[in-house]
């Protein structure tokens, strides 16, 4: 796998339109899986100290535990007040039934 690439876990532990979070070297990372696909953003909403991982998954919308903020999970788009800043997002890669998230 290119640079840059870590193995963050098995794709058997994602369970189905729901997020977890992930350790990805000294960064905690989202992981939420919908309709098949797999998304990736840091877990710290940039609002508030709150881990998205806590918050309510709605389709590709994460809405903040905290402040009730949503973000776009396949961007990482703050979508609505009270968020002025987007999370990071990052790309994902599937291989050997392995979920591998691109960091830096």
């Not at 919908?34 to 881990?51: L, M, S």
Request: hydrophobic share 40%; net charge negative; with cysteine.
């Amino acid at each position: 796998m290119s640079e840059g690439w870590m193995d963050v876990a098995a794709q058997a532990d994602l369970p189905a339109d729901d997020v977890i979070a992930v350790r990805a070297g000294n960064r905690e990372i989202a992981l939420y899986a919908v309709d098949g696909e797999v998304f990736a953003t840091d877990n710290i909403c940039t609002h508030g100290h709150a881990r998205l991982c806590d918050g309510f998954l709605e389709g590709t919308e994460i809405e903040c535990p905290l402040h009730q903020g949503r973000f776009d999970i396949r961007t990482g788009k703050a979508l609505c007040s009270p968020l002025t800043e987007d999370v990071r997002s990052f790309p994902v890669r599937i291989v050997d039934n392995r979920v591998w998230v691109q960091v830096e």
